[in-house]
């Protein structure tokens, strides 16, 4: 009777044992469906970001050798010229233009920068700070790196759409990179060679599968801080994080302010003024009040920004109207220098001041961020450290490719096959929408992509086959 228990428990065992196998064989497959998927869909958009970012992160140094003579001027003997007359120059070189903004530098060989708006043309004019000649001109959108920019935050195209395409592109890298991990993990006892270090003696796809697995790994963690940091700035789920800031006041203060009632105006601080910290941009902007005084001129305004100490480069943005302000900020420094002043622009009073000490612990950590992202938190490094992530990210991209080109065959896309388990698939599709609520572009693709494959794809057989 012992034997025949035995020998039934042992059976029992083993029927498990295949069982669980088979759901682990069948979660590994649909998972491996929905990577593969993922990265054949967005790998061009990802290629765009990384490529765009990597040239981005070198914008002083390209800007400084590709307009030179607009940035530096022979420095003089004699101190500066007052910022009214600099302002007087450009006003006498551009008398149908407006003002808009003007930008300071630490460096004294350089130019101040005036933004402004010539016929419906924004631009920047370039000023030699000892003598108020106009060293030269740039059309804003035209600014070799302006391009770049918008390419990765717009893919040049512009609108709504395309940032959210954008947007859509790197969330879907998150989730590429997760699936990406799951793939990888060694199931067995593995030998080091395939999972941390790649077979390099090997040939065809175990090579390139190597070569696009293995770096995965080391650039996992790399790749999540990239992509976490850059999210902030998107449409859909920068809003979502601006609001868990403010409802947890982990942000910014409503109203940071010496005397003034609280800023009555709905306009935001990113609507009216340049190169604004993102931890401010959506401050209320307050209003001047005339109460008979006149006007402060800009040599006024920069005072104010030298006597509160505010660290250079920042912008001194123009009031618009007779109730606008002046906004002084700077968010090009390192991020604990972050500053946003409005300054009533007759009596001079500050009406807001927010200096990164004000900010909340998500604000802090996201300004902390951008700066990593930009590559200006620990200078050349940081770039560098930049520079090799993106490109990593494209050689993943290319690895990737190649290996999809060897096990593609002719008359359908090649992807993994199906898994066969529909309690599996289901669960993992459920993984899926938990990432979708937390990126909701991912989850309005997900529930497209599932219409799409119910109603479309399945009732038509050759792109049943074609994606099978």
Same mark, same amino acid.
């Given at each position: ?54 040239v ?7 800007e400084?050798f590709?307009y ?12 500066a ?81 395309a940032n ?7 969330c879907?890298? +998150?989730?590429?990179l ?8 060694p ?16 040939e ?20 999540l ?28 203060p ?24 993102w ?22 305004a ?7 100490k ?24 390192t ?12 009596s ?15 604000a802090?950590?996201?300004?902390v ?9 620990f200078g ?8 090799? +992530? ?20 002719e ?12 309690? +599996? ?17 991912v ?12 109603? +479309? ?12």
């Open positions: 009777m012992n034997i025949e228990r035995d020998s039934n428990y042992e059976l029992e065992q083993s029927e498990k044992r295949k069982k669980n196998r088979k759901t682990k064989s069948a979660f590994y497959q649909s998972v491996w469906r929905w990577h593969f998927y993922a990265g054949l869909i967005f790998a061009p958009f990802l290629i765009i970001l990384a490529f765009s970012g990597a981005y992160l070198f914008k002083p140094q390209i400084s590709l030179n003579n607009q940035y530096y001027v022979q420095q003089a003997d004699s101190e010229i007052s910022a009214n007359e600099q302002l007087a120059k450009v006003s006498e070189a551009y008398p149908d233009s407006t003002v808009t903004s003007v930008t300071y530098y630490e460096e004294a060989n350089r130019t101040t920068e005036f933004a402004l708006s010539d016929q419906g043309v924004m631009k920047t004019v370039y000023v030699n700070p000892y003598n108020g000649e106009i060293a030269g001109e740039i059309e804003t959108d035209k600014k070799f790196t302006e391009v770049f920019k918008k390419l990765h935050s717009e893919l040049i195209i512009g609108g709504t759409v959210r395409i954008v947007e859509l592109a790197a879907w890298a +998150v989730i590429l997760v699936t990406g991990l799951y793939i990888w993990w199931r067995n006892k593995a030998s080091i060679w395939g999972t941390i270090l790649p077979r390099i003696t090997s065809g796809r175990t090579f390139w599968r190597d070569m696009h697995a293995v770096p995965a790994f080391w650039l996992s963690v790399f790749l801080i990239l992509i976490a940091t850059g999210l902030p700035w998107s449409g859909v789920l920068g809003e979502q994080i601006n609001r868990v800031a403010t409802s947890t006041n982990t942000g910014y409503d109203y940071a302010q010496s005397w003034a009632e609280k800023p009555e105006s709905v306009v935001k601080t990113k609507d009216v003024a340049e190169n604004v910290p931890a401010a941009e959506n401050l209320d902007v307050p209003l001047s009040v005339a109460n008979g005084y006149v006007p402060l001129s800009l040599s006024d920069a005072f104010i920004a030298e006597n509160e505010i660290e250079k480069p920042y912008t001194i943005t123009m009031p618009q109207g007779d109730t606008g302000v002046y906004t002084i900020a700077t968010s090009h420094s991020p604990w220098d972050d500053a946003t002043l409005h300054v009533d622009q007759y001079g009073a500050k009406l807001t001041d927010v200096r990164f000490a004000d900010y909340g612990l998500l802090k950590s996201i300004t961020g951008i700066a990593l992202h930009e590559g200006r938190l050349f490094m940081n770039q560098l450290i930049g520079l090799f +992530v993106c490109m990593g990210l494209i050689g993943l991209i290319v690895s990737s490719f190649i290996m999809w080109k060897k096990r593609k065959p008359d359908r896309v090649g992807a993994p096959p199906k898994a066969k388990d529909k309690k +599996v698939s289901r669960t993992v599709f459920v993984i899926m929408l938990i990432f979708g609520v937390l990126m909701p572009l989850g309005i693709s997900i529930i497209i992509v599932y219409i799409l494959d119910r109603f +479309v794809i399945q009732k038509f057989e050759p792109l049943r086959k074609w994606f099978s």
